[in-house]
């Protein structure tokens, strides 16, 4: 069946710098491809989305790239704040189809 | 602003209790999900209901059942807890449609069985 691995956390990183999550996904076709974020105490919430090959997604300062090629999906931020602490999770979903499938999440720790 | 609550934030149950748990979405979405959250393993899916009365079996259904009596609410029903139950539980809705992606997610159900 279809999956999705994430990079295991917890990342710890300082303001201003540079993340990365990797994420990979097997699929039968060609899924949607999504981010989703969990700040502390709250549910899940949309980041960014990418519905084709070499689509980027964007937000909050945010990017990732869905590469066909290499079947990932990985999150990139180019300067970090205290405030983007939180679990981020990857996932997919099928084309018409109407289940999410998510990795394990990574949870991010930004320090002052 | 759209929103999915659910009915408590935590719980605490005994081994053998039936627990409900509760989820209200005011978006009239078609679509709702019940997740559970465990370190490690991301969030699986236990049901989701496309429609009143209609319900699909997600990954995980054993030991748990769900309700869908009204669009708005959609109930996850422990018959018997047990201990191994003890986990986040998440709510969701979405349309259903192509944005059947963007679901909407609940605060979560932090619920411990002893």
């Known amino acids: 069946g279809d999956s999705v691995t994430q990079m295991e956390g917890p990342v710890t990183l300082s303001e201003e710098a540079f993340l990365t999550i990797n994420c990979t996904y097997t699929?039968?076709?060609?899924?949607?491809l999504f981010w989703y974020v969990q700040y502390p105490g709250e549910g899940l919430q949309l980041l960014l989305k990418?519905?084709?090959?070499?689509d980027k997604g964007s937000n909050k300062g945010f990017e990732a790239t869905y590469r066909k090629e290499t079947t990932s999906f990985h999150l990139e931020k180019g300067s970090v704040q205290v405030s983007d602490s939180a679990v981020y999770f990857c996932a997919s979903i099928k084309a018409a189809g109407n289940k999410l499938t998510f990795g394990g999440g990574t949870r991010v720790l930004v320090k002052p | 602003d759209v929103k999915v609550t659910q009915s408590s934030r935590y719980l605490v149950k005994r081994t053998g209790e039936k627990v409900f748990l509760e989820c209200v979405q005011d978006?009239?979405?078609?679509?709702m999900f019940w997740y559970r959250q465990d370190p490690g393993l991301g969030l699986r899916l236990i049901y989701f209901?496309?429609?009143?009365?209609?319900?699909e079996k997600g990954d995980i259904p054993e030991g748990y059942s769900v309700s869908r009596e009204k669009k708005e609410r959609f109930s996850l029903i422990l018959e018997s807890a047990s201990t191994n139950q003890t986990s986040m539980y998440l709510c969701a809705s979405s349309l259903v449609d192509n944005r059947a992606y963007e679901q909407y997610f609940g605060p979560g159900t932090r619920l411990t069985v002893t």
């Open positions: 209901s496309y429609d009143v009365k209609m319900k």
């Open positions: 990418a519905t084709k090959a070499d």
């Open positions: 978006m009239d979405h078609e679509n």
């Open positions: 699929a039968t076709g060609y899924p949607s």
